[in-house]
């Protein structure tokens, strides 16, 4: 608890100092966002009143952010899977979380971060990028969207899901959330921001509560500061270790880790910060992971992009197998990785990548005649769909594509990825 007003207090503080940069104060406004925010459905705005009404919607947003109440269970809150600590993943190793009205609903996938996702741009099956060494008639495929397959573009629409989803918030509909609002201790701002009559009509009421939480997601203090060391070491105010640079050198190297062609790590022609993505989707063949419940049935695949949650795509079969490529942004924060949670250290990561098919008995199960049973959570017929570039693509008993001190490089430069404010430092301390 104390923990967490700490981190309201200073992240208050540091939206506080960026209004006032731009030269108003955040506080006057925020007392009368009524008379400028203008209900659910707002008319046109001046650009102060459109800040407004962002500011009074971030606030909300951060307060239903971790609010149990708004859950079936009254114990989960959107923080309770994305732990502000942790830059907003989970704190525990558990590859799903349990959800539901009663908590015993397990997940079917791993939680993601939600930091850098301000970059993510909207779903396409035909990306093509101007950086794409300045070639922008290259089709990179699908790319972009919310969540590990994309099936959603926008803040509001992805934070329908947890609300409604049976093994998460578990709200059985939107009515169950309006009335779990109109009692929350800030229900009055809510009608404050939204029209003192919003609860009266559950869709309006809905609709604001998503865009709230998703105007609190575009919160640049919170869910994208750049302030890792490696921000300070590309604007030249800050060093890397000689490992770090090593293992900088090892991820960008196309015939080695070759992870920055997806895992991007340079600025961009801009000069915004990289974002350790490219929002690609592509197929690894993560081993399958007993772990998850649902992967007790063998007829259960998560093939991501061509479903069975992603339902629009269910005859792509060149889709399958394909996951959207994450930040690796506050990935050392992490406790599970891949969008199955199967691996539990970075360094298993970056081995997995290393032998995935050099060495493939170290990762996958054998059959009873002891041959291996490869890229066992994608059936066959979908083999074609998976990566094979390197740092994959090797045959077995080849030399791995890195070496043991190479991993170790890449794992502490992985390590300079991660927030300032994610660092234990005297504030966290003392909050622990
Ligand atoms: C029970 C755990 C749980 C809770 C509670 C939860 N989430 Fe999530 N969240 C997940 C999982 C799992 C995913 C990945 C889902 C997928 O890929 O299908 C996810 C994905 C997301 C994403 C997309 C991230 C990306 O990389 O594209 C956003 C945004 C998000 N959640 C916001 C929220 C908000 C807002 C709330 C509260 C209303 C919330 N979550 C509550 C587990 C949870
Ligand atoms: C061909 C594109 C591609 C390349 C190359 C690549 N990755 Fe990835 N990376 C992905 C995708 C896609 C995922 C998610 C896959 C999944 O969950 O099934 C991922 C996931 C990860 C994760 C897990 C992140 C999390 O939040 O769970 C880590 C860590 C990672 N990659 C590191 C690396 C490193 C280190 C390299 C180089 C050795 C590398 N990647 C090379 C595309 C790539």
């Excluded at 070639?135 to 099936?151: A, I």
């Excluded at 890397?240 to 960008?252: D, K, N």
Aim: with cysteine.
């Amino acid at each position: 608890m104390a923990t967490k007003i700490i981190w309201l207090l200073r992240s208050g503080l540091a939206l506080g100092l960026a209004a006032s940069t731009l030269g108003f104060s955040l506080f006057p406004l925020r007392q009368s966002s009524a008379a400028v925010t203008g209900g659910v459905h707002p008319g046109p705005m001046s650009r102060a009143q459109a800040y407004a009404r962002a500011e009074a919607l971030t606030e909300l947003g951060r307060k239903m952010f971790f609010d149990s109440s708004l859950s079936a269970s009254g114990m989960q809150a959107c923080a309770s899977c994305h732990d502000p600590h942790h830059g907003f993943a989970p704190d525990t190793a558990t590859p799903v979380e349990m959800g539901g009205a009663h908590l015993d609903r397990p997940g079917l996938r791993a939680v993601p971060t939600l930091r850098y996702l301000q970059a993510v741009p909207s779903f396409t099956e035909h990306f093509y990028d101007s950086e794409d060494e300045g070639d922008e008639s290259v089709d990179n495929g699908p790319t972009g969207g919310l969540t590990w397959d994309g099936r959603v573009d926008h803040g509001y629409d992805q934070a329908k899901i947890p609300l409604l989803s049976p093994f998460e918030m578990g709200n059985k509909d939107e009515n169950q959330v309006v009335t779990s609002l109109s009692k929350a201790a800030y229900s009055g701002d809510f009608r404050e921001i939204f029209g003192q009559d919003v609860f009266g009509n559950a869709r309006d009421a809905f609709q604001g509560a998503v865009e709230a939480l998703s105007t609190f997601e575009q919160s640049g203090a919170d869910f994208y500061p750049y302030s890792s060391r490696y921000d300070a070491f590309l604007a030249g105010k800050g060093t890397l270790t000689a490992q770090e640079l090593h293992g900088r050198e090892v991820f960008e190297d196309p015939a080695k880790g070759n992870c920055s062609s997806c895992h991007l790590s340079e600025p961009a022609n801009d000069g915004e910060p990289p974002q350790f993505s490219d929002f690609g989707f592509l197929g690894l063949a993560v081993p399958r992971n007993m772990a998850i419940p649902a992967n007790a049935d063998p007829n259960y695949h998560d093939l991501g992009l061509c479903g069975p949650q992603r339902t629009d795509f269910k005859d792509r079969p060149d889709y399958c197998g394909l996951f959207r490529t994450p930040t690796l942004r506050n990935v050392a924060l992490k406790k599970s990785f891949f969008h199955n949670g199967y691996f539990h250290s970075l360094r298993d990561v970056v081995s997995f990548y290393a032998t995935r098919d050099s060495d493939p008995g170290r990762w996958y199960p054998k059959n009873a005649d002891g041959t291996i049973r490869k890229y066992d959570d994608i059936p066959e017929a979908y083999w074609g769909n998976l990566n094979q570039d390197p740092p994959f693509g090797r045959k077995p008993g080849d030399p791995p594509a890195l070496t043991e001190s190479e991993i170790d490089d890449i794992v502490a430069f992985l390590g300079t990825l991660t927030d300032a404010d994610q660092l234990p430092g005297p504030a966290q301390q003392a909050a622990h």
